[in-house]
């Protein structure tokens, strides 16, 4: 059950990833996620979270 949760998650964090920070469709990032899930590792995923939290950020600020 607790790897199926984290499959999980790591899947909605690379849909997010591909669709919100690389632009991709929310179909197709949803394919996309689907096949990459099992390649990352914690740690690559989590990295992914920290760098679009951050582009966000930055993103924010260049439009003011």
């Known amino acids: 059950l607790a790897l199926a949760k984290a499959i999980l998650r790591q899947?909605?964090?690379l849909i997010g990833f591909f669709s919100k920070v690389l632009g991709v469709t929310?179909?197709?990032?949803?394919?996309?996620a689907c096949k990459t899930e099992h390649l990352?590792?914690?740690e690559?995923?989590?990295k992914m979270v920290e760098f679009a939290a951050s582009w966000q950020k930055l993103?924010?600020?260049a439009s003011h």
């Open 59 to 61: 993103d924010l600020l």
């Open 26 to 32: 929310p179909q197709q990032a949803e394919v996309d």
């Open 40 to 42: 990352f590792s914690p």
């Open 11 to 13: 899947r909605g964090i």
């Open 44 to 46: 690559t995923t989590m």
